[in-house]
C-alpha cells in the first residue's frame, strides 16, 4: 500500500496521535467493562465471543509492540514490587468477579469463596510471571535499541 503525505503540521500530528491513543484506551477499558456485565449477565458465554476475541487482539497487539520498541509504561518502572501490586490487583478483580459470577448461578456463599480465592491467587501467581517475563523482554530490547551498533550487522538486526 502507497503511503500518502500527511496534509497535517507537527503539533496537529501530535495531537492527532493523542486523540487516537485516547480512543484506543477508550475501547479496551469500554471492552473490558462490557465483557464483566455482560459475563455476569447473559448465561450463553458464546453470546460475547466476537468481543473477547476482539480484546484479545487488541491486548495481545498493544503489549507485543510495547515490547518490540522496548517501552513498559509512561509512569510506572519494570521493578517487582510494581509488578506484584499489579498482579495482586488483576487477582483481586478476578476473584471478585469470579465470585459473583459463581454466587449468582449457584447461589453457595462458601463455594463461591472458595473458587474465587483459589483462581485469584492463581490469577496473580500467573499475571506476576507473565508481567515479569514480559518486563525482562522489554528491558532487553530497550537495553538492545539504545545500545551502540558497533557495525551495519548490529543496525541491521535492531529493525
Same mark, same amino acid.
Given at each position: 500500500?502507497?503511503?500518502?503525505? $500527511?496534509?497535517?503540521?507537527?503539533?496537529? #500530528?501530535?495531537?492527532?496521535?493523542?486523540?487516537?491513543?485516547?480512543?484506543? @484506551?477508550?475501547?479496551? @477499558?469500554?471492552?473490558? *467493562?462490557?465483557?464483566?456485565?455482560?459475563?455476569?449477565? *447473559?448465561?450463553? =458465554?458464546?453470546? *460475547?465471543?466476537?468481543? @473477547?476475541?476482539?480484546?484479545?487482539?487488541?491486548?495481545?497487539?498493544?503489549? =507485543? $509492540? /510495547?515490547?518490540r520498541?522496548g517501552?513498559?509504561?509512561?509512569?510506572?518502572?519494570? $521493578?517487582?514490587?510494581?509488578?506484584?501490586?499489579?498482579s495482586?490487583?488483576?487477582?483481586? /478483580?478476578?476473584?471478585? !468477579?469470579?465470585?459473583? !459470577?459463581?454466587?449468582?448461578?449457584?447461589?453457595?456463599?462458601?463455594?463461591a469463596?472458595?473458587?474465587?480465592?483459589?483462581?485469584? *491467587?492463581?490469577?496473580?501467581?500467573?499475571?506476576?510471571?507473565?508481567?515479569?517475563?514480559?518486563?525482562?523482554?522489554?528491558?532487553?530490547?530497550?537495553?538492545?535499541?539504545?545500545?551502540?551498533?558497533?557495525? #551495519?550487522?548490529?543496525?541491521?538486526?535492531l529493525?
Amino acid at each position: 500500500m502507497k503511503r500518502r503525505k $500527511s496534509n497535517l503540521d507537527e503539533q496537529q #500530528e501530535r495531537k492527532l496521535l493523542e486523540i487516537e491513543s485516547r480512543g484506543c @484506551w477508550m475501547a479496551f @477499558w469500554g471492552l473490558v *467493562i462490557a465483557l464483566f456485565v455482560e459475563a455476569l449477565v *447473559i448465561r450463553d =458465554v458464546r453470546a *460475547i465471543a466476537g468481543e @473477547w476475541i476482539l480484546f484479545m487482539g487488541l491486548a495481545v497487539y498493544l503489549t =507485543v $509492540s /510495547c515490547i518490540r520498541a522496548g517501552i513498559w509504561d509512561r509512569r510506572m518502572d519494570m $521493578s517487582r514490587k510494581t509488578i506484584l501490586t499489579i498482579s495482586v490487583i488483576v487477582g483481586l /478483580c478476578i476473584a471478585v !468477579f469470579l465470585f459473583g !459470577f459463581t454466587f449468582l448461578r449457584h447461589q453457595r456463599l462458601v463455594g463461591a469463596l472458595g473458587f474465587a480465592a483459589i483462581w485469584g *491467587i492463581g490469577a496473580i501467581v500467573l499475571c506476576y510471571l507473565v508481567l515479569l517475563l514480559a518486563a525482562r523482554a522489554t528491558q532487553k530490547r530497550h537495553d538492545r535499541l539504545n545500545a551502540e551498533p558497533d557495525d #551495519e550487522t548490529d543496525a541491521a538486526d535492531l529493525r
